[in-house]
């Protein structure tokens, strides 16, 4: 069965911490690009970081500095650790599996950040 899975999420207070993780099953991991997207309330969903199969990372601006993406292909998992978290990180969070024609996302992970 193809699926991601995220976990991870949760509430946390401003300048705190948090590591995402999306485990994934049924593809060839080690061939598939590997990124985070986030979607606040009323807001479209936008790309947060991606990792090729080789390794190169790219992070939206807003992140770089606080966030650092990395898979470990022996167990299908990519994460996200996301340090000094600001109010507006709040969202959803989804893992998202791109390789040629194939585009898997995860059903998302809500994180919540307090001032």
């Known amino acids: 069965q193809v699926q991601l899975v995220e976990s991870g999420g949760g509430l946390v207070q401003a300048g705190g911490s948090l590591r995402l993780s999306c485990a994934a099953s049924g593809i060839i991991f080690r061939l598939y690009t590997m990124g985070w997207h986030r979607q606040a309330p009323g807001k479209q969903r936008e790309l947060v970081a991606t990792i090729t199969s080789s390794g190169s990372l790219n992070y939206v601006d807003s992140v770089k500095g606080r966030f650092t993406i990395s898979r470990d292909n022996a167990v299908n998992t990519v994460y996200l650790q996301m340090e000094n978290l600001k109010p507006e990180d709040t969202a959803v969070y989804y893992c998202?599996?791109?390789?040629?024609?194939?585009?898997?996302w995860g059903q998302g992970t809500q994180v919540t950040v307090s001032s």
């Open positions: 998202n599996a791109l390789f040629r024609w194939s585009n898997l």
